[in-house]
């Protein structure tokens, strides 16, 4: 070994993702860094802005993979899809059996098995790893999914754990599962940030036009509930947003930005891979489409002028109407996590996982957006029955939904009724609805689909598959399950 081979841990991949996640590397005891980019004057400015970081820079990817004692283990922080597929072959073809290779990016979770499959074969560790938290979080303690293989975490966990965010003592890291189960648990987490995001949208448009409240005063709503059971970064930073005041025009900075919502696709992975898996992920989906439909502006320009037929709010006790959408979005976002915790357990029952659903919902109480304190809750509630299959079945979850029930169901009638688009709050309300109710309408469903598609159907009080002859006598025959 080269007498530079001393670097414990890589960074492949300078923009501002690997930049910052080699600096907070680097400034962790233990941890030498070695860092290589595509086109070196990256390299360049990094060590020139920080040479407190002692990093071990590298012109070609052969001194780079060089730098690194054995096992050798790097994190690629590249643009994820064709870039990442271009630096893992650079890796692999110089790296041995039990080195590490870490993707760090925002990878499709079926990218990350399908390059785990490939690899394996090798003797090199593959670990699609979640990293959570943005530029910042990336810098001062990220929330890290990582998948792989158990015996990759005996080197990676120590790695991980001195850099990853701290909360309530622990580290925000934990090994998810096998192969892509990193990238899977990330995916979900964004899915869920889409759907709190749109839930405290709803509370903010609903306290606007409804209460009258202005952006500074729902700003001051948002900072009291931030003292309660709402507490959350995202709660936190939506009441910065809303006390910002446009330089230019002196307005409140929310009235002049487009109301045009992007995304960059994990939020639609999710749904997707929901959909896929069978998984009401309602709140997520509705997330996803508010964002679509605001970007609908043809549609909506000539949209404008549709019929309303509205009823007036009619908020006559403002404290009252404060604490109604309070309670409406608390019961909405445990919802929202309900059904993300449940496309966890789902794809882990899918793809072979063993997945702690505690551990992840510990590590997100850190780092990553959606972290905040009902975090404990999720935990406290699979301490309790690691097997629980709905977290609304949870006690203090059950409990605190009954507390909120009559507020939720005010603050959506009265939206409908006063013609404000509700979609998260109001689809939340019905997944609830429709799961604790004894009969559901899909009975109708399947007589609909014996009658037009013969895809047959089952009794309640009989075991058997059965299918009526719609056309014929209609009697009943009982019958094999459909292929259709
Ligand atoms: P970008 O996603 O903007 O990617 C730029 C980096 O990719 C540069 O280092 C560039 O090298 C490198 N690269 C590309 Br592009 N194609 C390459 C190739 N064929 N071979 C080698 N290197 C290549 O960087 P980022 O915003 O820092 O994000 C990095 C990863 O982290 C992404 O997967 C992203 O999805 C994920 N992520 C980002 C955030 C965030 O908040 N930004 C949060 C969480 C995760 P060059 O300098 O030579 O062009």
Redesign the pocket.
């Known amino acids: 070994m080269s007498e530079q081979a001393q670097a414990n841990i890589g960074v ?9 996640l080699a600096r907070n590397l680097a400034s962790r005891q233990g941890n030498t860094v070695a860092i290589y ?3 070196f ?2 390299t360049e400015t990094l060590m020139s802005e920080h040479p407190e970081a002692g990093f071990i820079a590298s012109e070609s990817i052969d001194a780079f993979v060089a730098s690194l004692a054995k096992p050798r283990t790097a994190i ?12 893992i072959s ?1 890796l692999v073809d110089r790296f041995e059996p039990g080195d590490i290779i870490v ?5 499709l979770f079926t990218d990350t098995i399908r390059r785990e499959q490939t690899i394996a074969a090798s003797g090199i560790h593959f670990v699609g790893a ?6 910042e ?2 810098l001062k303690g ?1 929330s890290i999914m990582p998948g792989g293989s158990v015996e990759s975490y005996q080197t990676l966990g120590p790695i991980l754990s001195s850099i990853a965010a701290i909360a309530e003592g622990e580290p925000c890291v934990t090994h998810v599962g096998t192969d892509g189960a990193g990238h899977f648990v990330k995916m979900i987490h964004n899915g869920i940030e889409y759907a709190d995001m749109q839930l405290i949208a709803e509370a903010y448009d609903i306290l606007r036009h409804a209460g009258g409240f202005t952006p500074v005063e729902i700003a001051g709503i948002f900072t009291e509930w931030n003292a309660g059971e709402l507490e959350s970064y995202l709660i936190e930073i939506t009441a910065e947003v809303l006390t910002q005041v446009d330089a230019a025009t002196g307005k409140p900075f929310v009235d002049v930005v487009l109301d045009q919502a992007g995304s ?1 696709g994990t939020g639609v992975w999710t749904v997707q891979t929901a959909l896929d898996l069978g998984t009401p992920v309602s709140g997520i989906a509705e997330a996803v489409f508010a964002r679509s439909l605001s970007s609908q502006a043809g549609q909506r320009a000539q949209a404008g002028n549709l019929p309303a037929v509205t009823t007036a709010w009619g908020v006559a006790d403002k404290a009252a109407f404060v604490e109604d959408v309070r309670r409406a979005l608390y019961a909405s976002k445990i919802v929202a996590y309900a059904q993300g915790f449940d496309a966890i357990r789902a794809g882990a029952a899918t793809y072979n996982w063993k997945i702690d659903l505690g551990a992840v919902s510990k590590i997100w109480r850190g780092g990553c957006i959606i972290r905040a304190q009902f975090l404990n809750r999720i935990a406290d509630a699979y301490a309790k029955n690691a097997e629980l299959v709905s977290l609304l079945l949870d006690d203090y979850f059950t409990q605190a939904i009954s507390d909120s029930l009559s507020a939720w169901r005010r603050v959506v009638a009265h939206a409908a009724l006063a013609g404000f688009p509700v979609p998260a709050f109001g689809s939340s309300l019905s997944y609830y609805d429709g799961l604790r109710a004894a009969r559901l309408p899909a009975a109708l469903v399947q007589g609909q689909r014996d009658f037009f598609g013969a895809h047959t159907y089952k009794r309640v009080d009989a075991e058997g598959t059965f299918h009526t002859l719609w056309s014929g006598n209609r009697t009943e025959v009982a019958t094999e399950p459909s292929t259709h």
């Not at 492949?12 to 910052?20: P, T």
């Open positions: 492949v991949g300078l923009a501002v993702m690997g930049s910052n980019n595509r086109t004057a990256r690629i922080m590249v643009q994820a899809g064709a870039g990442t597929d271009a630096v650079e993707d760090g990016g925002n990878a979640g990293i959570s938290g943005g530029e979080g990336a990220p960059k």
